[in-house]
Structure formats: C-alpha cells, structure tokens
Nanobody
Framework: QVQLVESGGGLVQAGGSLRLSCAVS????????MGWFRQAPGKEREFVAR????????WHADPVKGRFTISRENANNTVYLQMNSLKPEDTAVYYC?????????????????WGKGTLVTVSS
C-alpha cells in the first residue's frame, strides 16, 4: 500500500515563501511520477506541478510559473514544492499525488495515489 504524507503548510503573508514536502512509502519511489495539486474552497482540484520519475522533466501550471518549483529526492523518497512570492489566491489545500506513468499527468483523475493534503493560507 502506497502512502503519501504532505507537510510544510501553514499561514504566510503575501510575498512570503513556503516549502511543501511529501514523503512516500510502501513502494519504490522512483517508479512513480509525482504531482502537486491544490483545491481552494468552492473550487475544483487543479494541477500545480509535476515531475517525471527520474526528476529530469518538470511542468508547472501557468499561474505558478516562475514562483513555484517542484523537485524530488529519490534517495529520500520525497517530493518538494518550493513556493515563493505567494499570493492570497494561492490559498488552498495542497495535495501530493503519485502516478505510475513515466511522466505523470496534469489531470487529477489520472493519478493513482493521493495524500490527505496540507493547508496553505496566504494573508494579504
């Protein structure tokens, strides 16, 4: 059974930074592409960023390009999301997800395993 546990969320002022972590256990971490998604109150879950199995390829959603960076450490079974220049509209529950395909997906329905999420609140 694959388990994903997110951490690092919290309350931050606009312009600040946070780094989210997602620890994966139960299967070989390098066999999964990984993604970060978010869901704001009253809105659908949306794609934030994804990274290939090897870490050699990354994709970021337009609203976060240049501000957020996804990375992974296969030796530590962990994927990260560095979030800089945070805006109030970034407020959401952030979810980590795993996909058995080599490059992952931007579609939530394509992901195979999910964490329970971590709340990020950005105050103005």
């Amino acid at each position: 059974q694959v388990q994903l546990v997110e951490s690092g969320g919290g309350l931050v002022q606009a312009g600040g930074s946070l780094r989210l972590s997602c620890a994966v256990s139960g299967r070989t971490f390098s066999s999964y592409a990984m993604g970060w998604f978010r869901q704001a109150p009253g809105k659908e879950r949306e794609f934030v960023a994804r990274i290939s199995r090897s870490g050699g390829s990354t994709w970021h959603a337009d609203p976060v390009k240049g501000r957020f960076t996804i990375s992974r450490e296969n030796a530590n079974n962990t994927v990260y999301l560095q979030m800089n220049s945070l805006k109030p509209e970034d407020t959401a529950v952030y979810y980590c997800a795993a996909d058995v395909s080599p490059f992952g997906s931007s579609q939530p329905d394509d992901m195979d395993h999910w964490g329970k999420g971590t709340l990020v609140t950005v105050s103005s």
